[in-house]
């Protein structure tokens, strides 16, 4: 028997769960899905999944070559593609996550760009302001906002992060303009719950953070941005989120001076060999289209 079958069959019933699915989508019977099966694990000497007439589940080994089959099925099929007239395309499912009012804004749009260009492509988008297990929930990339705490990721730089304070203008008639950090605390500040404080540049370099307290805390950043347009505190925002309104005189920024210095706005993915081609095409899109000069000014 084929040992490319064997292993065509096993990624199909892992990744469908079902000896029936996967015969479906090869066109055979289940029947000789599980010979496949069989004598893939014969050939092993491993038990790669425990089948039931219900279920089937993957074992520590079969999880472990899932892995590497699909990279291996992957590379073959670029391999064939790049010798084909069209060069290579992309194929498959990948599954992203993004911060809720970030992904909305300027990951979900980019991703139907992206779909719509790769017809052969299927995406699963998480917006969630969770931070996600990337390994353990199967998510193949994730975007990110500021610092990256966790070293086992890889990361790729997508566009830099600037935060402001911002209010309305008839806030700043009625309470004043702050001149410096230290008169925060004389200001009705709108904060995200329970965080650790707005930072702010010293003259000297450092960087601190200054507690705020104000009468609205949420941790819903589009709930704090409709609270500063309606003129009811100041709020840190990301540029990204308020660019537009500044422009429009609906916010103004205030400390400018003071900013604290920009981050990154990150995709992060596991530490694999080889990235999938969707991923990684995925990752090129946003990269080109957050490095235009007018993509900012276009969708803030």
Not at 50 to 77: K, N, P, Y
Not at 92 to 121: D, M, Q, W
Not at 197 to 223: I, K, P, Q
Not at 247 to 265: K, N, W
Request: hydrophobic share 45%; proline share 3%.
């Amino acid at each position: 028997m084929d040992h490319l079958k064997q292993i065509e069959s096993f990624v199909n019933v892992a990744t469908r769960g079902s000896l029936s699915a996967a015969a479906r989508l090869e066109g055979v019977t289940p029947a000789v899905i599980g010979r496949r099966l069989d004598a893939l694990e014969q050939r092993l000497g491993v038990k790669l999944m425990v089948r039931t007439t219900r279920s089937i589940a993957l074992t520590f080994e079969g999880s472990a070559f899932l892995e590497d089959c699909q990279r291996i099925l992957h590379e073959l099929a670029n391999a064939e593609a790049s010798v084909t007239l069209g060069g290579v395309k992309a194929s498959g499912h990948v599954r992203i996550s993004a911060p809720a009012g970030f992904g909305r804004r300027h990951v979900a749009p980019l991703v139907r760009e992206f779909l719509e260009a790769n017809p052969e492509v299927s995406c699963t988008l998480d917006l969630t302001d969770r931070l996600v297990d990337l390994a353990n929930e199967g998510i193949d990339c994730a975007i990110r906002i500021g610092g990256l705490a966790d070293s086992s990721l890889v990361s790729v730089r997508l566009a830099e992060n600037r935060r402001v304070v911002v209010a309305s203008p008839d806030y700043l008639a009625r309470r004043g303009v702050p001149v410096t950090p230290d008169e925060l605390i004389r200001h009705t500040c709108l904060s995200l719950g329970q965080q650790r404080g707005w930072l702010f540049r010293t003259g000297d370099g450092d960087v601190v953070a200054v507690r705020v307290s104000g009468r609205l805390e949420c941790n819903d950043g589009a709930v704090l941005h409709d609270a500063a347009l309606a003129g009811e505190g100041l709020a840190w925002r990301s540029l990204w989120e308020v660019e537009a309104d500044l422009r429009a005189g609906r916010l103004v920024s205030v400390l400018d001076q003071y900013a604290a210095p920009v981050t990154g706005i990150y995709a992060v993915f596991p530490q694999r060999r080889q990235l999938a081609l969707r991923v990684r095409l995925l990752i090129d899109h946003f990269k080109n289209r957050y490095g235009r000069a007018d993509y900012w000014r276009e969708v803030g």
